[in-house]
């Protein structure tokens, strides 16, 4: 009764490459959080800044063929679909990321050995047990705003934002140091012009 595959959000969702689990860490701030109990998956907590992953692809895989799983064949094909667009294997700086992760907190590396996943097979339609929780992550994600200058440098999803704000960025630093200059040498010639009268 937990696990059934009916959805009760009815947006559409694109699942662009690049939501991936780093960049929910790097561009959105929302910090993934390694769960063993595959009824937290892909759960939001802390006030939308944390997201609980189910990383146990050994586990999925062993149920997925035994012929006698409690756990509906739907649902593990689903749940290492998600794995595979949170971490998908052809993506380099993912594999690094969760490489790392693996190591500092022991996680199973078969959850990072999925994908990738084409156009298609990225499509919200495809998912039914995890899809509202699907929907609310991406919502997530997609109404994040930068709060520190690290996550603004990662954040390219709108690009003409992004370059609006490091041009306006470059333009203040910029004026910031003429002024200086300008200043440094406006005293430079007083003291020299006082200089020069008292002379």
Do not use: C
């Not at 892909?42 to 409690?70: A, R």
């Not at 689903?78 to 969760?98: G, H, M």
């Not at 929780?133 to 520190?148: G, H, N, W, Y």
Request: net charge positive.
């Amino acid at each position: 009764a937990a696990f059934q595959p009916k959805s009760q959000l009815s947006d559409t969702v694109k699942l662009p490459k690049g939501f991936n689990a780093p960049n929910l860490e790097r561009i959105a701030g929302i910090r993934v959080a390694w769960t063993s109990n595959l009824a937290d998956h892909l759960l939001l907590k802390d006030d939308d800044t944390k997201v609980m992953v189910y990383h146990h692809g050994t586990f999925l895989e062993l149920h997925k063929s035994s012929g006698t799983s409690i756990i509906p064949k739907g649902l593990i094909d689903e749940t290492i679909l998600t794995l595979a667009l949170l971490i998908p294997s052809a993506n380099k700086k993912s594999q690094n990321w969760f490489r790392k992760k693996q190591k500092e907190l022991r996680l199973d590396p078969k959850a990072g050995t999925y994908g990738p996943l084409n156009a298609e097979a990225r499509q919200i339609e495809n998912f039914h047990f995890w899809r509202d929780r699907m929907v609310i992550l991406k919502q997530a994600f997609d109404e994040s705003e930068p709060q520190t200058i690290s996550l603004w440098w990662y954040d390219d999803r709108k690009k003409v934002q992004w370059y609006t704000f490091w041009i306006a960025a470059l333009v203040l630093i910029l004026t910031i140091v003429f002024g200086l200059i300008a200043s440094i040498a406006g005293i430079v010639q007083a003291w020299a012009a006082v200089r020069a009268i008292s002379t």
